[in-house]
């Protein structure tokens, strides 16, 4: 409810493009713990290093201006929108315009909910003209939800080669505005 003369804005993204991003598991490998004097560190073998693949997102991006990045993780409770948007690289840093979680929530309610449940409401709320969100979580996606949803690699994210050419193709079509009753099967040739 507004206050009086405050005009309540709808959030960030109405009708645009949308990619829900999640990190751990998507831009490093998934076992990311923190530590109070270390921050956050991953518990993974050394070839394993945070945000080693936020470069390649960017650059699967490149093509796609339009599209928009809202937060759909953990590290957000921790560090705020900003504060986590400051840790990616530039191009992906601009992109952002919010997150699953804000601050009039509640952090323990919030943080019991399954990711699909997190993004999925945001998605209502939200209302993004088309949207796709990158996890390597596969619970609480509702059915409705399955076509927009990209299942990454808990420990190689993103980086796996069908996971980059099926991302081009999700994101070509996100950028599109197509629903995902238009998605052309993974299997057709790129031109």
Known sequence: MAGRGHEVRPPKGRGEPVLYMDVDGVLHHENCLWHPRRGAYLHAPERYVLFQHAALLEELLA????VRIVLSTSWVRRYGCAGTAKRLTGGLRARVIGAT???SMSRDGFALLPRGQQVTDDVLRRRPGSWLAL????EGW??????HFLQTDPYEGISPPHLQDELRR????????????ELPPANTPRK
């Open 63 to 66: 093509p796609h201006p339009q």
């Open 101 to 103: 979680y804000h601050s």
């Open 135 to 138: 996890d390597d979580d596969p």
């Open 142 to 147: 509702p059915d409705w939800a399955a076509p």
């Open 170 to 181: 999700r994101l070509a079509l996100l950028a599109n505005l197509l629903p995902p009753s």
